[in-house]
Nanobody
Framework: QVQLVESGGGLVQAGGSLRLSCAAS????????MGWFRQAPGKEREFVAS????????YYTDSVKGRFAISRDSAKNTVYLQMNSLKPEDTAVYYC??????????????WGQGTQVTVSS
């Protein structure tokens, strides 16, 4: 069993920063990598960023490119999402996912419980 636990969410002013963490435990992850998704009320869950097992390949959705950065620390079994220049439209529950690399949520086999990010204007 693979368990993913997100942390680091909270309330910030527009233009501020947050760093989300996803701590993994249990079985070895898929070689396809890990990703972050988010979901706002009344909207579909959307892809945010992903990173390969080696960390050499990274993907970002256009709306966060240049503002967010995904990274991983293999020694700590942890994936991070650094979020800078936050906007109110970034407000959502952010989920960590494991087992995929492409933007489709169906590529991922394991999901965390989510952490709330709220950006005030």
């Amino acid at each position: 069993q693979v368990q993913l636990v997100e942390s680091g969410g909270g309330l910030v002013q527009a233009g501020g920063s947050l760093r989300l963490s996803c701590a993994a435990s249990g079985r070895t992850f898929s070689s396809r990598g890990m990703g972050w998704f988010r979901q706002a009320p009344g909207k579909e869950r959307e892809f945010v960023a992903s990173i390969s097992r080696s960390g050499e390949i990274k993907y970002y959705t256009d709306s966060v490119k240049g503002r967010f950065a995904i990274s991983r620390d293999s020694a700590k079994n942890t994936v991070y999402l650094q979020m800078n220049s936050l906007k109110p439209e970034d407000t959502a529950v952010y989920y960590c996912a494991a087992g995929g690399l492409r933007p489709s949520e169906h590529d991922y086999d394991y999901w965390g419980q989510g952490t709330q990010v709220t950006v005030s204007s």
